[in-house]
């Protein structure tokens, strides 16, 4: 099973980290758990999970969620959590959803949070990066961040649901999306239907 930083940012679209986590852990990969302040509370508002605290009380929380796996959480501020060094090895570090706050500050190097510290650890390890924006319409501004980072390698998974395979239910629109998510990071699933699999009429 592989190891991962995981981050969670202010942007809309918390389902989608929620979602990527819950599978993540119940298929045995070790996750380093960061989550900026802002995106605690899209959590509790959009996917009604309270991760709302210090560190003792989130990682209860998870303990509670989780039962006893491989999942442990820092707090955004900090900096001396194990994925603020390179020394600590992950197999990369994933960031759902990612705010474009966040996105400038990887292209930048700020690494003024543990998220943002974190992704720049990944980047200067040559490890992967995924990172999932939600946000539209994007500026030249938007577009010009992504296209940097996208030089650098890192992998940008826009939150763009498919429709070929007629989905039914908003949790279909999600599956297919952390799908998508999973296949970038090379982890096999069947969260949803294949273009080679749907009935062409």
């Known amino acids: 099973m592989g190891t991962f930083a995981f981050g969670i940012?202010?942007?809309?679209?918390?389902?989608?980290?929620?979602t990527l986590l819950e599978y993540l852990v119940k298929k045995k990969h070790k996750i380093f758990l960061t989550i900026s302040r802002e995106g605690q509370a899209i959590l509790k508002e959009e996917v009604n999970v309270s991760w709302i605290g210090n560190e003792k009380e989130v990682n209860q929380s998870l303990k509670n969620h989780f039962g006893e796996k491989e999942i442990e959480f820092f707090s955004p501020e900090n900096l001396h959590a194990p994925i603020s060094s390179g020394s600590v090895f992950t197999d990369g570090m994933v960031?759902?959803?990612?705010?474009?706050?966040?996105?400038?500050a990887i292209r930048h190097g700020t690494s003024s949070n543990l998220i943002e510290r974190a992704a720049d650890?990944?980047?200067?390890?040559?490890?992967p990066l995924f990172i999932v924006p939600r946000e539209t319409p994007l500026s030249s501004i938007h577009l010009e961040n992504l296209y940097s980072l996208a030089k650098m390698g890192v992998r940008i998974i826009p939150a763009m649901p498919g429709f070929y395979n007629q989905p039914k239910t908003i949790d279909d629109l999600v599956r297919f999306v952390v799908g998508r998510i999973l296949d970038s990071m090379k982890i096999t699933h069947s969260l949803y239907q294949r273009w080679d699999s749907v009935e062409q009429t």
Do not use: D
């Not at 940012?9 to 929620?18: E, N, P, R, T």
């Not at 960031?95 to 400038?104: A, L």
């Not at 650890?121 to 490890?127: A, F, I, M, N």
């Open 95 to 104: 960031i759902v959803p990612c705010s474009f706050k966040t996105v400038s």
């Open 121 to 127: 650890v990944t980047l200067k390890e040559g490890r």
């Open 9 to 18: 940012s202010g942007a809309s679209g918390a389902i989608y980290g929620f």
